[in-house]
């Protein structure tokens, strides 16, 4: 998808900023960014086998770490300044920041102030969530993504190195019960045991009303899996095993192109009934780069134009530095604008980023 890109005029897109303009984060390929991946802490209360090393991990000084006012005042910028539309908290693990919650409502606040519908969502592990899914959703968050690979609790041991799937499944119903908008469960399909979980996976949201999203494997980071020839997963082979069960029809009317997911509207094997719907997020061999509109802001104010480059601006350092907001958004339009025209896995010369995901943001 990326070889279709064309590079833009530059001289039209970078003018200075002023207080009263908002310049949307365009890169050098034409596409403009209106999606916040905002990172709230790079700790986690699991050590899933490919995001974090079960010895442990160096996590960042708390000193280094955005205070919550820090936090607020770059995403105002980002709204009120350069065109953002929609934020999603991230971590790490968010649900370990105390302050989250100021952080949700004062996120919400920004849109109402710019005069936006408030676009809050939230990704989780969901471990932690029962206690607190109905005080999230009164901060105005709307969607919530709940990472889970497996129901098996042996498995989800593996994987995880935690026994507690039981926390997991109660943050999932106390999500349902809560009454956000949507509640999608994101799995990533390590190897040949996920494809085999997959139906059973899929059973289990459908019956509860929530979208399932299969998501293929990418190698990240220096605690990337290396998974056993044997068991490597060809993840071409998942919609056919979820067919032996299910009928998959892609949904094509309001598609959102930036969405990463295929997604399907699932019916019975008969094709009598519809069950609900479902995503497929081939990051690796079906990139969407071309349409991606997504910006990351790391636990220490580090803006990321692209996931899978180390392009990176300290906004952080800015901040601390005593930079006026005129400056911070125009030192993330400017990284914006370099960022590549895609992430190059499976070329040759890819480079996996150095940093774990837990450092960056999902």
């Known amino acids: 998808m990326t070889e279709t890109l064309t590079r833009v005029n530059r001289v039209s897109q970078v003018a200075p900023l002023t207080s009263a303009r908002t310049v949307p984060l365009r890169d050098s390929w034409g596409r403009t960014a209106r999606d916040l991946r ?41 709204i009120h300044r350069l065109g953002i539309t929609q934020v999603r908290l991230t971590g790490g693990e968010p649900l370990l920041r105390p302050d989250l919650l100021e952080i949700a409502a004062g996120v919400r606040e920004s849109f109402v102030s710019a005069g936006l519908d408030p676009q809050l969502a939230l990704t989780t592990n969901a471990r932690s969530l029962a206690p607190l899914a109905a005080a999230l959703r009164a901060t105005g968050i709307r969607r919530i993504n709940i990472s889970l690979d497996t129901l098996d609790p042996n498995r989800f041991a593996q994987i995880a190195g935690r026994d507690e799937l039981a926390k997991a499944l109660a943050g999932i119903d106390a999500a349902l019960s809560a009454g956000f908008q949507t509640v999608k469960m994101n799995t990533v399909m390590l190897d040949r045991v996920s494809l085999r979980e997959a139906p059973e996976l899929l059973r289990f949201c459908l019956e509860r009303g929530i979208e399932w999203r299969a998501i293929e494997y990418m190698p990240f980071g220096p605690h990337a899996v290396r998974v056993d020839s044997t068991q490597q997963l060809d993840f071409s082979q998942l919609r ?7 009928h998959l029809e892609p949904v094509r009317d309001n598609v959102d192109i930036h969405a990463p997911a295929t997604r399907f509207v699932v019916f019975n094997s008969a094709r009598t009934q519809r069950l609900g719907t479902m995503g497929i997020i081939s990051s690796v061999s079906a990139p969407f780069c071309a349409n991606c509109n997504r910006t990351r802001l790391s636990p220490t104010g580090v803006v990321r134009p692209c996931l899978f480059s180390d392009l990176s601006c300290d906004l952080g350092m800015l901040l601390r530095s005593g930079a006026s907001d005129d400056e911070l958004a125009q030192a993330w339009a400017g990284v914006t604008w370099e960022k590549p025209s895609g992430h190059g896995l499976g070329q040759q010369d890819f480079h996996s980023p150095t940093i774990p995901m837990a450092q960056i943001g999902g």
């Open 38 to 78: 905002l990172s709230v802490t790079d700790r986690c209360d699991l050590r899933c086998s490919y995001c974090l090393p079960r010895g442990g991990v160096k996590w960042v000084p708390r000193r280094e770490l955005l205070d919550a006012s820090e936090i607020l005042r770059l995403a105002g910028i980002a």
């Open 240 to 246: 056919p095993t979820l067919e032996r069960e299910f």
